[in-house]
């Protein structure tokens, strides 16, 4: 009988002290700023909404994609220790398929807000509006979609037309 009440007091004992190593945590971490949050909470849709002010053109991205850029997206876009972002050898049609930006994504809204949300790798939030809207500028006329000399800016991107527009399957249609 004693064994049996010092088994089961051992046993809650482990327990108790088990539960309450689970509620207090490691503590690790730290409270997000308003300012961090505000960086990630903020979406671009195929129809403009949510673009900021500012402009750019492909001059001035090309600048700056060779400097923040090229290392890991290897010249013009072509690719290197990360994705390819133009040029693509194959067809979306051919086995295997080369997606890049000019064949596949079907908005160009989508490349401020990718680039803008997380790019360069290392350092995400640190370009400004122009520069962003710049780079997009360059990756849309190394795709061939736009001339070089074309603005973009909040008005002009959701005016871009991608090439793969109409090749998805909406699949949350009313
Ligand atoms: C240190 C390396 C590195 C640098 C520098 C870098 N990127 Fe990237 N980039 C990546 C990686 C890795 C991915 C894939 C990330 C993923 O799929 O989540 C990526 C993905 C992308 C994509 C999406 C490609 C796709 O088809 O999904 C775009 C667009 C892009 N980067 C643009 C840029 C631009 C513009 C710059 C310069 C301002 C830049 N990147 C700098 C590593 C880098």
Not at 115 to 137: C, F, K, Q, W
Request: hydrophobic share 40%; aromatic share 10%.
């Amino acid at each position: 009988m004693f064994m049996r009440s010092l088994f089961l007091l051992i046993f809650f004992m482990i327990n108790d002290v088990h539960a309450e190593t689970v509620l207090q945590g490691p503590n690790l971490g730290k409270s997000v700023s308003n300012v961090v949050i505000n960086r990630w909470n903020r979406d671009v849709f195929p129809n403009g909404e949510g673009l900021p002010e500012g402009a750019g053109n492909a001059k001035k991205g090309a600048k700056i994609y060779q400097q923040q850029c090229l290392s890991c997206h290897g010249v013009a876009g072509t690719g290197g220790s990360a994705d390819e972002l133009a040029g693509a050898q194959h067809a979306l049609t051919d086995d295997p398929p080369d997606k890049v930006i000019g064949n596949y994504w079907p908005y160009a809204t989508t490349i401020f807000d990718f680039i803008r949300r997380s790019m360069p790798l290392h350092t995400p939030g640190s370009l400004n509006n122009d520069e962003v809207y710049a780079l997009t500028a360059y990756l849309l006329v190394l795709n061939g979609i736009i001339g070089k000399d074309q603005i973009i800016n909040k008005t002009t991107l959701p005016q871009v037309e991608m090439p793969n527009r109409t090749g998805f399957i909406n699949a949350f249609k009313d």
